[in-house]
């Protein structure tokens, strides 16, 4: 991430802990020194490669400091969401329009569980600052269909206050397509707090023609012919609370 992504995701974290009529002002970060070393994946430099750094990176610090404050103030910070994007790009040729499409969105996982409240499920928490994007438009702009679009039960770490389950996004593509998938959470599960159990790991397959199903990475770039479907499962939020 640049300087910018990670100052951004320090004011965030700390306007989240203030009143509600505390306006969100430069001054908020005045009493806070934010060191973040050039060179670093908090303060990349020419020629890094920075594309995760808004939806990925960003996410990590959320966590990281959240993780951190609780040691302080326990009562007001949440378990770890589902910690990532899950941002998913599909490309090709429109049979439709004989032009070419590029389809883009984030998708959404657990929010973490809260000291007095379990987390909501299925929503964009801390940095995506994205909306659902309705199976209807998907299906009407795109060559794509959307086989599968519900919550992953049981996904959401358990607790005092269980933490809100993934969704489940499997997508069809209508015409042979380039996709790609930038995400986390697939090795550290969104942590629990305070004796709460942790969130479900995302994970994502692609099933072909054939019917079989291949694992992927969080990160990875395919090809899919005309038929076969991206699946991906997101991270339950941590649990907070024996």
């Known amino acids: 991430a640049v ?3 990670t ?3 320090c004011f965030y974290v700390f306007r989240c802990l203030l009143a509600e009529d505390v306006p969100a002002t430069a001054g908020l970060m005045r009493p806070i020194k934010m060191v973040a070393p050039e060179g670093t994946v908090v303060n990349a430099r020419t020629p890094a490669a920075v594309a995760g750094g808004n939806v990925e990176t960003s996410q990590r610090i959320v ?11 326990p009562a007001r910070i949440p378990a770890a969401a589902s910690g990532t994007m899950n941002n998913l790009t599909i490309g090709g040729i429109d049979p439709r329009t004989k032009g070419p499409f590029a389809y883009y969105e984030t998708v959404a996982g ?30 009407y702009a795109y060559p794509l269909r959307v086989r599968q679009y519900s ?28 996709v790609t998938l930038l995400a986390e959470r697939r090795t550290h599960a969104p942590y629990g707090l305070s004796g709460g159990g942790d969130g ?7 099933i072909r023609e054939n019917g079989s199903s291949q694992e992927m990475p969080g990160k990875f ?8 479907r991206i699946r991906m499962e997101t991270p339950g939020g941590g649990g907070w609370g024996k």
């Open 3 to 5: 300087e910018a992504i």
């Open 7 to 9: 100052y951004s995701a």
């Open 63 to 73: 966590d990281v400091l959240l993780r951190a404050l609780a040691q302080a103030v």
């Open 110 to 139: 657990g929010m973490g569980a809260r000291p007095t409240k379990t987390g909501v499920s299925g929503v964009h928490t801390h940095m995506t600052n994205s909306l659902n994007t309705p199976a209807e438009a998907v299906e």
């Open 151 to 178: 919550l992953r039960p049981d996904s959401g770490g358990e607790g005092r206050h269980r933490g809100g389950d993934g969704i489940v996004r499997e997508i069809e593509v209508l015409a042979d397509a380039e």
């Open 200 to 206: 479900v790991r995302g994970n994502a397959s692609v």
């Open 221 to 228: 770039n395919t090809r899919l012919r005309r038929g076969e």
